[in-house]
């Protein structure tokens, strides 16, 4: 089961921080944990994704250098701290895993979602 949390209404250039609380993932240091968006009208599309082993990260290249995933093995978390926001950023959240040792980057390719959290950016 995948909690996830944190979205809002912010200002652009703001910042959000999204949290996915993951439970009941057996061997959870084989998955491989990512966010997703889906702006209104358009597909859903990957953000970014972290090995839970290995913590290797990959961002869709309209966050690099803006978004940061991350993971507290301890807590059995996910976050994306969300920095620079812009207007083009709006979009439902939703966070995502798949018993995977590899990249993965489309939607179909995740058994595991949780709920959507809605980030609005104001401009």
């Known amino acids: 089961q995948l909690q996830a949390s944190g979205g809002g209404l912010v200002q652009a250039g703001g910042s959000l921080r999204l949290s996915c609380a993951a439970s009941?993932?057996?061997?959870?240091?084989?998955?491989?944990m990512g966010w997703f968006r889906q702006a209104p009208g358009k597909e859903r599309e990957f953000v970014a994704g972290?090995?839970?082993?290995?913590?290797?990260?990959r961002y869709e290249d309209s966050v690099k250098g803006r978004f940061t995933i991350s993971r507290d093995n301890a807590k059995n978390t996910v976050s994306l701290q969300m920095n620079s926001l812009k207007p083009e950023d709006t979009a439902v959240y939703y966070c995502?895993?798949?018993?995977?040792?590899?990249?993965?980057?489309?939607?179909?390719?995740?058994?595991?979602w949780g709920q959507g959290t809605l980030v609005t950016v104001s401009s």
């Open positions: 972290i090995m839970w082993r290995s913590g290797a990260t």
């Open positions: 009941g993932l057996t061997n959870s240091r084989y998955y491989i």
């Open positions: 995502t895993a798949d018993r995977s040792v590899d990249f993965r980057t489309a939607e179909y390719q995740y058994d595991y």
